[in-house]
């Protein structure tokens, strides 16, 4: 809309036609120059504003006429202010005129693409940009949502070194990266031949990509350095224990525990042993109201006996996941299972419980595996 008057807009019937809605204000000089650009939630109660108490400032009396844009919301406002202001460069419009940019996100281009948010547009690049955002915080979100379904590369760059043997392990649960680990040997060269425990398919790949021979030794002295590596492999058995309080984690009552593994034991046994270890100085008064055991039936059933054997009775859950490995049901105290519906609330806080307890028992794993292979 267009409004203009030889009196300098002083007339209430001109600013009573500026509609009543979201949108920006353009206000011209006589010559019909574009002199400041602004937003508002009511643009007629903003462009009022203007003009109550204002006929001795200098920047009324700039004002010969001035257009109105609606739009649906105050943040299209927004974004429409920035691009109105950067095509028009108006002189009163200082701050957004000269420092003020808002964040779009760019995705790279080339084999190792990434994300980044950023203030300025590189027209000639051939990367992708999405926004303007109307905060950064509102990109930043939406960053750690594609991060989060969408992961792409975060490293900066590969170091390239002579004779180095470098490892760097990423430790994937229900297809999800939850940790990783890193060690470098300098002064070695690559091998010619790499036994490995068995031949798997597609391994062999695996040797022309790096160029040495891969073999399985069935017996002699590789067959038993092969099997002590795959002992140390699997010395290190965990459990952990995370406790919530009022639906927050709570590290000064949770509690990690190395199982014995002299002896080959199943799942089951395992839990039953770190269950009593962990409850046995428990007295009924101190047990929490839920344990949630990150398995089905079988987890449950040997929670419940070691509950059983100290004298101790509460509600035992076990979370179990489907094909795509996404939290997908619980099973009950009787061993029944039970569907979140339409619960996603509670079916998002019970996933992040299952993550963050494998991540805290993952990572003294790391740590117990690390401190083992330097001895």
């Known amino acids: 809309m267009l409004y203009k008057s030889d009196n300098k807009l002083t007339s209430q019937q001109i600013i009573s036609k500026v509609p009543n809605q979201p949108g920006c204000y353009l206000f011209k000089d006589k010559t019909g120059i574009i002199i400041y650009i602004g937003k508002a939630q009511s643009l007629k109660k903003r462009v009022n504003s203007y003009f109550q108490n204002s006929r001795d400032n200098y920047f009324y009396q700039q004002i010969h006429s001035f257009n109105t844009i609606v739009t649906n919301n105050v943040k299209e406002a927004l974004i429409l202010e920035q691009n109105l202001i950067k095509k028009h460069q108006p002189r009163f419009n200082v701050l957004l005129k000269d420092s003020h940019y808002y964040p779009y996100l760019e995705i790279t281009g080339g084999g190792n693409p990434r994300y980044k948010v950023v203030r300025k547009i590189n027209p000639t690049s051939p990367n992708e940009y999405y926004g303007p955002f109307p905060d950064g915080s509102k990109a930043r979100e939406i960053l750690q949502l594609l991060e989060r379904l969408f992961p792409l590369a975060k490293c900066k760059g590969i170091h390239e070194q002579e004779n180095v043997i470098a490892f760097y392990l990423l430790i ?14 300098p ?15 597609g391994i062999e790949l695996l040797g022309e990509e790096f160029g040495f021979d891969l073999k399985s030794s069935q017996r002699g002295q590789k067959k038993e350095v092969i099997n002590l590596a795959c002992q ?21 009552k949770s509690k990690l525990y190395k199982l014995n593994n002299s002896e080959p034991e199943s799942d089951f046994a395992r839990i039953k042993s ?29 929670s419940q006996q070691a509950l059983n054997k100290l004298a101790l ?22 061993l029944q299972e039970l569907d979140f519906g339409k619960k ?29 292979v330097l001895n």
């Open 172 to 185: 994937y649960r229900y297809g999800k990266l939850v940790a990783t680990d890193q060690a470098a040997f």
């Open 187 to 201: 002064n070695n060269l690559p091998p010619q031949i790499l036994y490995v425990s068995e031949k798997l398919p």
């Open 232 to 252: 140390n492999a699997q010395q290190d058995i965990v459990a952990g224990f995370l406790v919530f309080l009022n639906g927050e984690k709570n590290l000064t």
């Open 274 to 302: 770190a269950c009593l270890a962990h409850y046995k100085k428990y007295s009924q008064l101190d047990l929490p109201n839920l344990i949630i055991v990150d398995g089905g039936k079988e987890q449950i059933k040997a």
């Open 313 to 334: 009775t509460t509600t035992i859950i076990g979370l179990v996941k489907d094909e795509k490995h996404h939290t997908a049901k619980i099973i009950t105290n009787d």
């Open 344 to 372: 996603e609330r509670i079916k998002n806080f019970l996933a992040n419980c299952q993550e963050e307890v494998h991540r805290y028992a993952i990572n003294f794993h790391r740590k117990l595996h690390r401190k083992n």
